[in-house]
């Protein structure tokens, strides 16, 4: 276990230190990785998730994975027994996330519906901050292929993958 430990991104170690209500030390249970543009959402994410739920909330709230798809952050949890699902539906014109209640999802709990806003406002966000940076950047699709970075790490991106 020390050995993956110490694999942990610094962004994400630095995120796990500064909110140990909602991480209790721990990182996600499975492997997470950002990159360094979109850590003071997630910053803001964790603090706001925190205020919500209080100290004894946050203890029934698990941290499942943190990464980027489609251009997008995702934001992956476990809120007592319930789990969100989540749909990407993809076409050649664009993309969509989509996410459903899981089957034991306690959709008349305010807190649960709360939490849910936050995380899906903050993946929306994500969408119009470079991901590299954290300047204003907008969603791209390059051949099916979606990213969300400001013009100059667009080109370097660019330059790096030719
Ligand atoms: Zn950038």
């Known amino acids: 276990m020390a050995d993956s430990y110490n694999q942990i991104d610094p962004g994400l170690q630095r995120l796990i230190d500064a909110h140990p209500l909602l991480f209790r030390g721990q990182a996600p249970a499975i ?7 979109w850590y003071s959402l997630l910053d803001k994410l964790c603090t706001d998730i925190e205020a919500v739920l209080g100290p004894q909330g946050c203890v029934d709230l698990e941290v499942r994975q943190i990464k980027e798809k489609l251009g997008s ?12 699902l989540h749909f990407d539906l993809v ?20 807190v649960v519906k709360r939490v849910r806003e936050l995380v899906n406002a903050a993946c929306a ?9 954290g300047a204003a950047a907008e969603l791209r699709n390059t051949g099916g292929w979606y990213t969300t970075l400001c013009h100059q790490h667009l080109a370097e991106r660019k330059r790096t993958s030719k």
């Open 91 to 110: 076409s050649p014109t664009g993309r969509q996330h989509l996410v459903g209640r899981g089957s034991k999802a306690t959709d008349d709990d305010l």
């Open 125 to 133: 966000t994500s969408e119009t901050v470079c991901e590299e940076c």
């Open 31 to 37: 492997s997470s990785y950002v990159s360094a543009g």
């Open 73 to 84: 952050l995702r934001f992956y949890y476990r809120q007592g027994a319930s789990t969100d």
